[in-house]
């Protein structure tokens, strides 16, 4: 009786492949949320008004583009 053989190929190199680009795009992901690559900007700006009694107003506005 003739015995068959089966040739299992391994895929270590493909799903080493895939894992990169998976870690990859959750680096990507994060890093442009957090501002990176030019994400969302805030900027504060901090503007201080003398007032007529000699006391002083200070005023600070933020800005976020997405």
Do not use: W
């Not at 501002?35 to 008004?49: A, D, I, K, N, V």
């Amino acid at each position: 009786m003739a015995e068959t053989t089966t040739s299992v190929r391994s895929n270590n190199s493909l799903y080493f492949i895939v894992g990169g680009l998976v870690v990859a795009a959750v680096i990507a992901f994060f890093a442009y949320n957090n501002g990176y690559f030019g994400g969302h900007t805030t900027t504060e700006q901090t503007t201080t008004t003398p007032n007529a009694d000699g006391s002083s107003t200070t005023t600070t506005t933020k800005s976020t583009t997405p």
